[in-house]
């Protein structure tokens, strides 16, 4: 099985990795997830790569993401427990089953487990709802688990979680910072919590950059958190999270 990105796309040619910035769960004490984050080969920012991405090398790109991350994360992963969660560009697939066909066989060389892999799409790329809906239900049905980054700040929102509950939805860091400050914020993300608990959704909140914030969000019931308080992304590493869980 073939498509057109993988007929008819270029390359990508310029050089990348990545960087891995920890998803924490402050109740255990422990590293849910890393999220992979495009980097240049020298740890330059995402700018660098991405400028370079058009519509005809999109697809080389979005494929060679998924490599990378799961190949350095592979060698990096010293927690067996922890996932790893990929963005991914849904307008590069063109066939949810043809264009996997690189991270199967990439999970399976370096021996990665499929339902430790989540794939996650920002809310705020523009893309069709039902080739959206056709990818994250084949992914889910292989074994991947799926994600909605950004939610609250895009174009699909409630429509799209009405028609398909993911297993992770990541709350958009605006409603997150000086949520201990902003009553208006507590009162959304409170809702919003409730609402994903009634759908069996469960709810990462990123972005935390204070204690205040954590505090806010552990009142509220929030177990599953990312941001500068627990870790920057860190080049090439796996790094423990910098603030103490425990405390």
């Known amino acids: ?3 057109a990105g993988c007929r008819d796309g270029e390359g990508f040619e ?5 960087a891995f910035q920890p998803i924490v769960d402050v109740s255990r004490g422990n590293v849910f997830a890393y999220e992979a984050l495009v980097r240049g080969v020298n740890g330059e920012g995402a700018g660098s790569v991405l400028s370079a991405v058009n519509e005809a090398n999109r697809y080389a790109f979005d494929q060679s993401c998924r490599q990378k991350a799961i190949e350095l994360a592979s060698r990096l992963r010293s927690d067996r427990d922890a996932s790893l969660s990929i963005n ?3 307008n590069a697939v063109y066939e949810p089953r043809a264009c996997i066909r690189v991270t199967l066989a990439t999970a399976s060389r370096v021996s990665f487990p499929l339902n430790r892999i989540i794939f996650e799409f920002t809310e705020a790329e523009q893309v069709d709802t039902n080739h959206l809906l056709n990818i994250l239900r084949t992914y889910k049905g292989m074994g991947f688990r799926t994600a909605i980054d950004d939610f609250g700040a895009g174009h699909s929102g409630l429509n799209l979680l009405a028609r398909f509950q993911p297993d992770i ?3 958009d860091m605006d409603l997150i910072r000086g949520i201990d400050l902003d009553r208006a914020k507590r009162v959304v993300v409170q809702h919003t ?3 994903l608990a009634d759908l069996g959704v469960t709810a990462v909140c990123e972005g935390i950059e204070t204690s205040a914030e954590m505090a806010v969000l ?3 019931g929030v177990t599953l958190m ?4 627990f870790g920057r992304p860190a080049f090439e590493a796996f790094s423990p999270p910098m603030f103490d869980l425990a405390a």
């Open 88 to 90: 991914f560009m849904p």
């Open 1 to 3: 099985m073939s498509c």
């Open 218 to 220: 552990r009142d509220l």
């Open 226 to 229: 990312q941001g500068y308080l």
């Open 169 to 171: 939805v990541k709350l």
């Open 14 to 18: 310029l050089p990348f990795s990545m």
């Open 193 to 195: 919590l409730a609402m």
